[in-house]
């Protein structure tokens, strides 16, 4: 069993940055490729980004590239999302999810996720 805990939302102007962490428990999470998914109002959760279980390779939605940065400290069993240049259509809930197989190649899609954590919000102002 794996349980992930968000942390970082908050309300940023447009513009502005935050890095989102997600710290992992009850499982080692280098063996986990890991994703971050967002929710915005009325809107179904989608993906954002992926990191593979060793770091080896990252993943991002075009809505993000070059703006989100997703990376992580197996050491200290934490993912990260650094994201940049916020504008008012990242607001959303963002949740970290743990891949269902160990060892996993990165996927994008929800299925692939089993473990996830309860969200933190980013809201971006105009």
């Known amino acids: 069993q794996v349980q992930l805990v968000e942390s970082g939302g908050g309300l940023v102007q447009a513009g502005g940055s935050l890095r989102l962490s997600c710290a992992a428990s009850?499982?080692?999470?280098?063996?986990?490729?890991m994703g971050w998914f967002r929710r915005a109002p009325g809107k179904e959760r989608e993906f954002v980004a992926a990191?593979?279980?060793?770091?080896?390779?990252?993943y991002y939605a075009d809505s993000v590239k070059g703006r989100f940065t997703i990376s992580r400290d197996n050491a200290k069993n934490t993912v990260y999302l650094q994201m940049n240049s916020l504008t008012p259509e990242d607001t959303a809930a963002y949740y970290c999810?743990?891949?269902?197989?160990?060892?996993?190649?990165?996927?994008?899609?929800?299925?692939?996720?089993?473990?996830w954590g309860q969200g933190t919000q980013v809201t971006v102002s105009s």
């Open positions: 999810a743990a891949d269902r197989t160990l060892f996993a190649n990165i996927a994008t899609s929800l299925n692939e996720y089993r473990y």
């Open positions: 009850g499982h080692i999470l280098s063996t986990y490729t």
């Open positions: 990191i593979k279980w060793n770091g080896a390779s990252t």
